[in-house]
DNA sequence: AGACTAATTGTACGATCGTTCGTACAATTA
DNA sequence: TAATTGTACGAACGATCGTACAATTAGTCT
């Protein structure tokens, strides 16, 4: 049933694809989407304008390309490595402690790639935002259901909004502020904040009127 | 000794100069301030695109300039209302419940002019970037400086920390997601963490071990 | 070998970018 | 009134943008 690849110019241009779109995500992360351009990215990797066009036929395409590219890095990097535990508070953990190391570690050199590009296409519309948005949602609720099995978390959703703004925090005041400080301050919010939950159902049950 | 100014060729030009950057930081909002371009810029205002230039002579001059200019609308729409109640707690929710209202009432059709700005410029070196980050660093110095003469305080940074990704995640989702509901997470968030806040001396000295 | 196919290239296009220049006109100064 | 200043203008510049299309190279078939 599975069609092995073996034709050599397939192969090869899936492999100048991979190239063309790992060195995009890497520009875009840095310079936005839109500063991403095809003659830059050609010259970049030694290759023709039309050629780097004719992968995509379209800078819109491109960018598209780009961010599954980098959305699939990302999984690859923080939500699968999570997946060695079991569901639970350990998972959690290992989620946003994955999560910082990403950011901090600088898979893309600008900086958490998601965190430029929604700020980037945030208010305008077309199938870009559409796209950043979707996986900007994926992530949100896929942090909200790992939170929502942690014992003692009674506000999945609002927990999940709180440890990610303390991830997206400290991404950019690194970047912007060179402050390694910055990863210090999220861990220390998400230690406060877990603990915080874990204690939240006993204090409700003892203070509830 | 004060010079009035009496000239009207100076004061038409000020004028001009004035409505050329609040557009622009409208723009810059949506689009970025690289996205802003002068012909874009001249054809929307309805003058002459050498016009727009001169009052600048560069593109990057006419980038700071767009930032000093948002940076003084922030200062009026968010700092100053602040200032009519005395230091502590009450100023300090006055500046944070400012701030969502400034990001909720689309001051700037994008959003938080520097939420887009900052994730623009805050992996390429320049100017343009050294003075958002200026910025940026006054605005958490401010808000580190009104928490900390908050009663129940005790680490003002770390706090000033989490209240700032708080406001920066409400915009940010607000904006992607035109989720109304984000402001309410953002506002809860904060009533949560100052109420911790609040007892946290307390219980710091209660089970200190 | 030659026919076919997919990836890549070279050349060219219209549009827009930031920038420079000389000029026109209104307002101020002498 | 004459000379000077400040703002705004139109035209043009070289560069770069995304895009189009025909030619070429390299790998796969019969």
Redesign the pocket.
């Known amino acids: 049933m599975e069609t092995v690849k073996?034709?050599?110019?397939?192969?090869?241009?899936?492999?100048?694809?991979r190239q063309i779109l790992r060195r995009a995500a890497e520009i875009a992360s840095v310079e936005g989407l839109e500063g991403?351009?095809?003659?830059?990215l050609?010259t970049e990797l030694?290759?023709?304008?039309?050629?780097?066009?004719?992968?995509f036929?379209?800078?819109?395409e491109?960018q598209l390309a780009t961010v599954r590219a980098a959305a699939a890095i990302f999984a690859t990097q923080v939500v699968e490595p999570a997946l060695v535990v079991p569901v639970g508070r350990e998972r959690l953990e290992l989620l946003l402690n994955g999560w910082l190391a990403y950011s901090e570690n600088r898979t893309f050199p600008g900086g958490c790639f998601f965190y430029a590009v929604q700020a980037e296409f945030d208010a305008r519309p077309g199938r870009v935002r559409d796209a950043i948005a979707g996986y900007g949602r994926e992530w949100n609720e896929y942090v909200r259901d790992t939170a929502a099995v942690v014992p003692g978390v009674d506000d999945p959703d609002q927990l999940a909004f709180e440890l990610i703004a303390f991830l997206e925090m400290a991404n950019a005041q690194s970047v912007l502020h060179d402050d390694p400080h910055a990863y210090d301050r999220a861990r220390k919010a998400v230690r406060a904040r877990l603990a915080q939950a874990g204690t939240a159902s006993a204090a409700a049950s003892t203070t509830r009127r």
Chains 1, 2 share one sequence.
């Open positions: 073996v034709d050599g110019r397939v192969e090869r241009g899936e492999q100048t694809r991403l351009s095809i003659g830059r050609a030694e290759v023709s304008k039309s050629g780097v066009f004719a992968h036929g379209s800078k819109e491109l």
